[in-house]
RNA sequence: GCCGGGAUGGCGGAAUCGGUAGACGCGGCGGACUCAAAAUCCGCUUCCUGCAAAGGAGUGAGGGUUCGAGUCCCUCUCCCGGCACCA
C-alpha cells in the first residue's frame, strides 16, 4: 500500500503468486488425453537450449519469450496451444566445459539444468513441464538410436571411407555444416583433411526435394534463401575426356568432369586434377612424378583455410600427362592444382580460360593456351581475350556448333557427347551426406555392432537404448577413434545375428541427430513403448509456428526437414515437412556488437529480472526493435516499459478501488474517444502480433493507455479491462493479478479472452486533412470523415495561411484524397 | 564475386495502397508535488532563420517517374547475414 491507500506494483510478488499457482494448477501443462483430443491444437515451438553453467543468456530468452509471446496470443484467441520446452545436452560444448571443470558430464548436466529450469520458470513461459526432453536421458536417446536403426535398415545410413573434416581442437570429424570457413564452428580451430570410414545419412538424396519444398514453406526469406544456398544446385554436364598414354593414342582410362559450360568445350586448353584426385597417380608420367608427389604432400599439409583461401595466387603442376579432348581432338595437358577441390562435383574440371576467370588467371601463369570460343553479340571474334569473357553470346572456333547462342549449344554438344558415348547432362548439388559419427564421449553410442562374419549390424530395436556407460577418463585423443574405444568390457558384445564374438561401435553419433527430432518426441513423451504415437502425432505436427535464431539454417533446420521425409518414406509419419511456419528472430546487440564474454558486454538476465520483474524484462525485449531484425539493449531503455506496466497496474486498480467504494462513475460507459481508440488498438495488435510485430504492438498499448489516461483522468472498467488481455502474451504474470482484481477467478488464458474488434466503434468522426499548395504543407482542416471535395476546398479556402499563398496564382488542378489531403495545384 | 536484408532526430525505432516524416520509448530541457531528494505527474524536444507569425532544409549519395516519393524505377556508396577457387 501507498499513502493514498492504493496498492503498488512488486513484480517480484504478483510473479512468485502466479507461477506458483500455474504450477499448482496445472494451467499450461497437458494430460495424454488432452494431447489426444484438443479441441483447436497449435504447436508452438521454440528451440531448445544447451543448458549451459552460465545460465539462460539474453539471447536464450529473447528468442523463448518471442515464442511465448506468440503462443500466448493464439491461446487467448481461443486455441489450445502446446507449447513444450526440453533440453539439448549432449555434445561437445558441454564435454569440453566439463573437462574444463574436471566434473563428470553427468553429474554436471543435471546442475546445469535444474539451473535452467528455475530460469526458465522464473521467465514466465507457457511451458509444458509434463512433457520436457532431455537428449541425455536414455528413454529419450532410446529412440535418437532408434532413428538411426530406420535409416541404417532403409540404407540411408552408410559407413564410408574417404576425406572427412577433422578438428585436432575438438579431436573428432566434422560435419560439412559445422565447419564455417574453414573452421569447427565450436571452436575456430582449422579443420584438417584426414581419410576416416565414418557414418553417413544418404541426405544427399533428399537435396532436391530439400530444395523444391522451400517454395512451398512459410519461411523467413532469409532462412530460405541460405538453405538454397547451402544445398547449391547447378545444372550442367558429366564430360569425359579420355586419358593418352605416350604415343597419344586413347587408354581405357578417361577423366570425369563436372561443368556448368559444356557449350565452352571447344575452348578447353587444359584439364586440372584435384591433388588427392585417384587419377593423378596414372596420369603423372615418370619424369614428373618426383615433383607431382612433393605438391601432393605440400597440399596434405594445409588445413582447409590455409587451402581455400582465395586471394592468394593460384598453384599447380603439370603431370606430364594428356587427354584428348573430344570437341577438338587434340591433346591437352593435364595439370593438378589447388584450385581445384576434390570434394565437389567429381573433382576434375576442364579448364577453358577463355571463358573463366580462375582458369584464365591460371592459364596466363603457367602460359597455357586461351581460345576464344563464345563472341558476345556484335563483337568481333578475333580480338584477343584481355580478361575471361563470362557473358551471353553466340560460339566461335566450335566447329560445327559455331553461331549457335551459348544456351542451345549447351543442349546440343551434351547431346551430341552422348551419342559418341563420352558425357550426359547432370546436375550437381554442393550438399554433401551428413557425416554423423563422432570420436567422442558426451553422445548416444551408434547403435551398430562389427561382427567379422555379418558386417555391421544394427542393434535390435527390443536391445536398445545402447546406454553411454560412466567412464571416468573419457578425454577425446587424437587416435581417430573415440574414447569409448578403451573400454573393452562395454565395446565387447555379440552378433546379433549369428551370435559370434563381436564389436559395438565406438563413436558417438552427432548432437544434432539429437535435435533432428526433438519437436516429434514432445507430444509423444509419454510413452515407453514407442517413438511416436501416430494419433497424437498427427493431431499436433507439423509444427504450426516456429521461432528461432537463424544460425541453425543450414544445421538443424535442414538436417530435421531431412530426417522428417525420410521417416516419413519409411512410413512412421504422414507429412514430410516438419515447420508449417518458421521464422528467424534477430540478435541482439549492445554497444555496438553481439553479447559476448570476450566483448564484456553480457547483459545477465537474473538481477535485471531481481529488480523490474519478468514481464517488465520480457516486454522491454519485445519493444526493442523489430522482432525479425533484432535490437540495440541500451540499458537505460527498460525504464519505459517498466513505467508502463506500473501505468496499467495502477489504472487497474483504481478503477478497482473506485468500484469498491461505491463510485458508480467506475462503472460508466466508456468514453467516445477513448474508445475509439479502444478498437483501433483491438485492430493493430491483433493484426501485429501474429506477424510478429511486438515493438509496434507495445507502443500501441502504450499510446492506447496515454488516451486512458490524458491529462490524468480516471479511467473507468470499460477502459481497462479489454487491454488486459492484450498485454497478457507480454506480461502475463501482471495480467493475471490485473484479471483477478477485476474479478475473474479463472486464469485469463483459460478462455478467448481476445478482445473482439469492433469495426464501427473504431470509425473517426472528424478527420485532419493536410493542405497543400503545390505539394507543400500550408495548413490543416478538420472535417467530417469522408467530407466531399466540394466542403473539403471550402474550408481549405477559408484557411488563412493557405488564402495568401493561393493569392495572385492560378490553381490548375485539385487533388483531393479524403481524410488524407488536399493538395492545390498551382501556376 | 553471387544471394538475402538494411541505411530515417542526440539514441532505439514508427510511418497500411505513393498522401501532414519522426508514432512509441530512452535521453535532454522546463514545470508541479516535496523542507529536500527519490518516486510520480504535466509540458516541450528533427535541424536552420525568426520575439512571434511564419519560412527554408530534411529519410546513405546522385538521377528519374508523379500534383505528391522514406515508400516506385535507374546508377552508386556503406553496413549486417548466407555462400564462395563450387567448375
Avoid at 565447419?179 to 575456430?188: N, S, T
Avoid at 580462375?358 to 584481355?386: G, H
Wanted: aromatic content about 10%; hydrophobic content about 40%.
Amino acid at each position: 500500500m501507498d499513502n493514498d491507500g492504493r496498492r503498488t506494483y512488486v513484480p517480484g510478488d504478483v510473479e512468485r503468486k502466479w507461477q506458483e499457482r500455474w504450477e499448482a494448477e496445472g494451467t499450461n501443462a497437458f494430460t495424454t488425453d488432452e494431447l489426444r483430443s484438443p479441441e483447436n491444437p497449435f504447436y508452438q515451438l521454440m528451440m531448445f537450449p544447451y543448458p549451459s553453467a552460465e545460465g539462460l543468456h539474453v539471447g536464450n530468452i529473447y528468442a523463448f519469450t518471442g515464442a511465448d509471446v506468440h503462443g500466448r496470443f493464439h491461446r487467448l484467441q481461443g486455441k489450445t496451444v502446446f507449447e513444450p520446452i526440453g533440453f539439448d545436452a549432449f555434445g561437445i560444448h558441454s564435454e569440453n566445459f566439463a573437462l574444463k571443470v574436471g566434473v563428470h558430464p553427468m553429474d554436471l548436466i543435471p546442475k546445469n539444468v535444474a539451473n535452467f529450469t528455475r530460469q526458465l520458470r522464473r521467465i514466465g513461459g507457457m511451458f509444458d513441464w509434463d512433457h520436457t526432453v532431455d537428449t541425455t536421458d536414455p528413454a529419450y536417446y532410446k529412440w535418437t538410436q532408434w532413428v538411426f536403426v530406420q535409416l541404417f535398415r532403409a540404407g540411408l545410413a552408410e559407413r564410408r571411407d574417404g576425406a572427412v573434416n577433422w578438428c585436432p581442437s575438438c579431436k573428432t570429424v566434422l560435419a560439412n555444416e559445422q565447419v564455417i570457413a574453414g573452421l569447427c564452428e565450436r571452436c575456430d580451430t582449422p579443420v584438417e583433411q584426414r581419410n576416416l570410414p565414418q557414418w553417413y545419412f544418404r541426405i544427399t538424396d533428399y537435396a532436391q526435394r530439400l530444395l523444391d519444398n522451400l517454395e512451398t514453406l512459410d519461411w523467413s526469406e532469409t532462412t530460405r534463401k541460405a538453405q538454397q544456398n547451402w544445398i547449391g544446385r547447378s545444372e550442367g554436364g558429366e564430360l569425359r575426356f579420355p586419358v593418352l598414354d605416350a604415343g597419344g593414342s586413347d587408354t581405357e582410362a578417361q577423366v570425369h568432369v563436372f561443368t556448368t559450360r559444356p557449350d565452352t568445350i571447344f575452348g578447353a586448353t587444359y584439364m586440372v586434377l584435384a591433388p588427392e584426385h585417384p587419377l593423378v597417380d596414372a596420369v603423372t608420367t615418370p619424369d614428373h612424378r618426383a615433383e607431382v608427389e612433393a605438391y601432393q604432400a605440400e597440399m596434405r599439409k594445409l588445413d582447409l583455410v590455409a587451402r581455400q583461401k582465395t586471394d592468394k595466387e593460384k598453384t599447380g603442376v603439370f603431370t606430364g600427362g594428356f587427354c584428348r579432348n573430344p570437341a577438338t581432338g587434340e591433346p591437352i595437358q593435364v595439370w593438378i592444382a589447388d584450385y581445384v577441390l576434390m570434394d565437389y562435383g567429381t573433382g576434375a574440371i576442364m579448364a577453358v580460360p577463355g571463358h573463366d576467370e580462375r582458369d584464365f588467371e591460371f592459364a596466363t601463369k603457367f602460359e597455357l593456351p586461351i581460345v576464344r570460343v563464345v563472341a558476345p553479340e556484335d563483337a568481333d571474334a578475333s580480338t584477343p581475350l584481355e580478361e575471361a569473357y563470362i557473358g551471353p553470346g553466340r560460339l566461335v572456333n566450335s566447329g560445327r556448333f559455331d553461331d549457335m547462342d551459348v544456351e542451345a549449344g549447351k543442349s546440343a554438344i551434351i547431346a551430341w557427347l552422348e551419342d559418341e558415348g563420352l558425357g550426359e547432362s547432370r546436375i550437381n548439388y554442393r550438399l554433401h551426406d551428413w557425416c554423423i559419427s563422432r570420436q567422442r564421449y558426451w553422445g548416444p553410442p551408434i547403435p551398430v555392432i562389427y561382427c567379422d562374419a555379418c558386417g555391421p549390424v544394427a542393434v535390435p530395436e527390443e536391445d536398445l537404448p545402447v546406454v553411454l556407460p560412466r567412464v571416468e577418463d573419457f578425454k577425446p585423443d587424437d587416435s581417430g577413434v573415440s574414447p569409448l574405444a578403451r573400454v573393452a568390457e562395454w565395446y565387447e558384445t555379440t552378433c546379433p545375428e549369428c551370435g559370434e564374438a563381436a564389436r559395438r561401435e565406438t563413436d558417438v553419433s552427432d548432437t544434432f541427430l539429437d535435435s533432428s527430432w526433438y519437436f516429434l518426441r514432445y507430444p509423444n513423451t509419454d510413452f515407453d513403448d514407442k517413438a511416436l504415437d501416430a494419433g497424437i502425432t498427427g493431431t499436433w505436427l507439423p509444427v504450426d509456428s516456429y521461432i528461432g535464431g537463424n544460425e541453425h539454417a543450414v544445421l538443424h533446420l535442414m538436417y530435421s526437414r531431412f530426417i522428417t521425409m525420410a521417416l516419413k518414406d519409411l512410413g512412421h509419419l504422414d507429412f514430410e515437412e516438419p515447420y508449417k511456419q518458421f521464422r528467424a528472430h534477430g540478435l541482439i546487440i549492445r554497444e555496438g556488437a553481439k553479447m559476448s564474454k570476450s566483448k564484456g558486454n553480457v547483459i545477465v538476465p537474473d538481477p535485471i529480472i531481481e529488480e523490474f520483474g519478468a514481464d517488465t524484462f520480457r516486454t522491454y525485449l519485445m519493444f526493442l526493435g523489430p522482432y525479425e531484425e533484432g535490437g540495440d539493449y541500451q540499458d537505460e531503455g527498460i525504464y519505459g516499459p517498466f513505467g508502463f506496466l506500473k501505468r496499467v497496474f495502477d489504472t487497474a486498480h483504481q478503477v478497482v478501488a473506485a468500484e469498491a467504494a461505491g463510485d458508480a462513475a467506475a462503472d460508466a460507459a466508456p468514453d467516445g474517444d477513448v474508445e475509439r481508440k479502444l478498437h483501433q488498438t483491438i485492430r493493430q495488435v491483433s493484426e501485429q502480433v501474429p506477424a510478429l510485430g511486438f515493438n509496434t504492438s507495445i507502443a500501441a498499448l502504450m499510446e492506447y493507455l496515454n488516451t486512458v489516461r490524458a491529462g490524468g483522468r480516471s479511467a473507468v472498467r470499460a477502459e481497462v479491462e479489454p487491454m488486459i488481455p492484450m498485454i497478457a502474451p507480454f506480461a502475463p504474470h501482471l495480467a493475471e493479478e490485473l484479471w483477478e482484481a477485476l474479478g475473474h477467478e479463472a486464469s485469463i488464458f483459460d478462455g478467448a479472452n481476445w478482445p473482439e474488434f469492433d469495426a464501427a466503434k473504431a470509425v473517426e468522426n472528424t478527420v485532419t486533412v493536410a493542405v497543400q499548395v503545390n505539394g507543400k504543407v500550408r495548413g490543416t482542416i478538420e472535417v467530417a470523415a469522408e467530407a466531399d471535395q466540394e466542403r473539403a476546398e471550402a474550408l481549405a479556402r477559408a484557411e488563412e495561411n493557405v488564402t495568401r499563398h493561393l493569392e495572385g496564382v492560378t490553381v490548375r488542378r485539385v487533388i483531393y484524397v479524403p481524410n488524407r489531403l488536399l493538395n492545390f495545384v498551382v501556376g
